[in-house]
């Protein structure tokens, strides 16, 4: 699967003047959920250097994961990189 509109990523707190703590839960796993442009549908929201807490759960088993937006350009491509 992939990110929709209709389950949205969160904003937690304004980390200073430019970036954002966004929350995100889902039932794919994390390690579909931290692959590069999953999030792409959120280009206009997230930026270089937001951090996004996931919390999802993969057939029953609850999974969590911290991760940065180390590129969010134009209208095409957000990358996403797995903290820790």
């Known amino acids: ?9 969160q904003k937690v707190a304004q980390m200073g003047a430019a970036n954002s703590l966004w929350y995100y839960t889902d039932g794919d796993a994390t ?37 940065i937006v180390s590129s969010a350009t134009g209208a095409t491509t957000v990358t996403t990189t797995k903290l820790g």
């Open 1 to 9: 699967m992939a990110y929709a509109a209709a389950n949205p990523l």
């Open 31 to 67: 390690s579909v959920i931290v692959g590069s442009g999953y999030f792409n549908a959120a280009y206009a929201e997230v930026k270089k250097g937001d951090m996004i807490l996931v919390c999802a759960t993969n057939a029953g088993t609850a999974e969590s994961d911290l991760l």
